[in-house]
């Protein structure tokens, strides 16, 4: 399970969903031990040939990644649960040609004032680079280069060494929870609903019901999922005006709190598949 600590707002939710997936692995026969992070750290790993996993501790990552290069199937692959990390994701994105807002990534203690402004970046995101946001003010919005700089400033005092910028992006916000190589795809208005986990939805406010093409949507994060290596997952999305969509964030199994009840047999289902691929 998911360590409390890396599930801001949403611990419930993140247990919830993984406990409904249990709960149908379970109905198909399978024998299921859960453990807490925390044991899983402690004990060193598991003995179970299966890792089903929520993990975002740093530690935790890299026993899932020895795990896996032992032989064990690990769903998701702690290599796809790092790549999920602000930076690896932004360049794998980017470098993948899937659409992605316009980015810099810098050290937080550098000046980066005249670098927003040559790169036509004024209203942006900051947010972490080196990790998952564990905080609210690791996902920072700001109205001007020196609003940034203040922030930066904060985040390198934090010890955060590495930051990613996103320009802001114009349009309606939409979150979207997905499983790769399955028909299963939800997806939704966050302000609408009103879920959140740091309020920043606001900030893009109520949806205009701006038209896309969900299908290009679907494609996208499957691609997504592909390149990141990461089975279950979850992110947020803007649809320009003219309906152009751009992902602004992409996570490993997050809480899929609207649809746990529907998305549970399909993640179960999807899991089953792996395991009977990986026994081949």
């Known amino acids: 399970m998911r360590a409390g600590a890396y599930s801001p707002n949403h611990i419930g939710n993140d247990a919830a969903i993984f406990n409904i997936v249990a709960d149908q692995l379970r109905k198909r026969g399978y024998i299921v031990n859960v453990y807490s992070e925390e044991q899983f750290i402690k004990s060193d790993g598991v003995a179970e040939p299966v890792i089903v996993d929520m993990c975002r501790e740093q530690q935790s990552i890299k026993l899932l990644q020895r795990l896996e290069d032992e032989g064990k199937l690990v769903i998701n692959s702690g290599y796809g649960i790092e790549n999920c990390t602000r930076e690896r ?7 993948s040609g899937i659409p992605y807002p316009k980015s810099l990534m810098v ?30 003010e690791d996902v920072s919005y700001v109205r001007h280069p020196e609003e940034a700089q203040e922030v930066l400033q904060e985040y390198f005092l934090r010890g955060i060494p590495r930051a990613v910028i996103n320009i802001h992006l114009e349009g309606d916000l939409i979150k979207f ?7 299963y795809f939800f997806w939704f208005y966050p302000y609408e609903s ?11 406010g109520p949806s205009r019901g701006l038209q896309f093409d969900e299908a290009a949507l ?28 751009r992902i602004i964030d992409f996570n490993d199994w997050p809480s899929f709190a609207p649809c746990r009840n529907e998305a549970g ?13 990986h026994s081949v």
């Open 218 to 245: 679907r494609a996208m994060c499957q691609k997504a999922s592909q390149e990141l290596d990461v089975v279950v997952y979850g992110g947020d999305a803007i649809v320009d005006p003219d309906g152009s969509i």
């Open 177 to 183: 929870y997905g499983i790769r190589d399955s028909n």
């Open 107 to 136: 050290n937080t203690n550098e000046r980066i004032i005249d670098l927003m402004r040559r790169n036509g970046i004024e209203r942006g995101w900051i947010k972490r680079g080196d990790f998952h946001a564990m905080h609210k």
């Open 194 to 204: 009103g879920h959140s986990k740091y309020g920043h939805e606001a900030i893009n």
């Open 265 to 277: 047999p399909h993640i179960a289902k999807a899991i089953m598949a792996l395991i009977k691929k």
């Open 89 to 95: 994701m932004t360049r794998i994105l980017l470098g």
